[in-house]
């Protein structure tokens, strides 16, 4: 099993940007790919970013395309997620994920979730 803590979360204006982080601990070797996913009220979970452990496969939403940067510290077993030109349409509970599906960008593609933090955009 793998721990995942997330934190980065915020509120901000519309335009800005803000940086999540995801902290793994545990069998993270296990794991071939991170990923984060949003929920907003009253939505389903929804894929945002995935990417490998090394850092040359990435996976974005078309939502997020060219705002949106996963990265991953394999040293620190940390994953990030930097999110620019932020929209009201980003406001979610942003989670961290652990799978062994590489590439993957369901739900089920992924075991470990981590808590989740909010992220609101005001317009």
């Known amino acids: 099993q793998v721990q995942l803590v997330e934190s980065g979360g915020g509120m901000v204006q519309a335009g800005g940007s803000l940086r999540l982080s995801c902290a793994a601990s545990?069998?993270?070797?296990?794991?071939?790919?991170m990923g984060w996913f949003r929920q907003a009220p009253g939505k389903e979970r929804d894929f945002v970013a995935s990417?490998?452990?090394?850092?040359?496969?990435?996976s974005y939403a078309d939502s997020v395309k060219g705002r949106f940067t996963i990265s991953s510290d394999n040293a620190k077993s940390t994953v990030n997620l930097q999110m620019n030109s932020l929209k009201p349409e980003d406001t979610a509970v942003y989670y961290c994920?652990?799978?062994?599906?590489?590439?993957?960008?369901?739900?089920?593609?992924?075991?470990?979730w981590g808590q989740g933090t909010q992220v609101t955009v005001s317009s």
């Open positions: 994920a652990a799978g062994t599906v590489l590439g993957g960008t369901g739900i089920l593609d992924y075991d470990s």
């Open positions: 990417i490998n452990w090394t850092g040359r496969f990435t």
């Open positions: 545990g069998r993270t070797l296990s794991s071939h790919a």
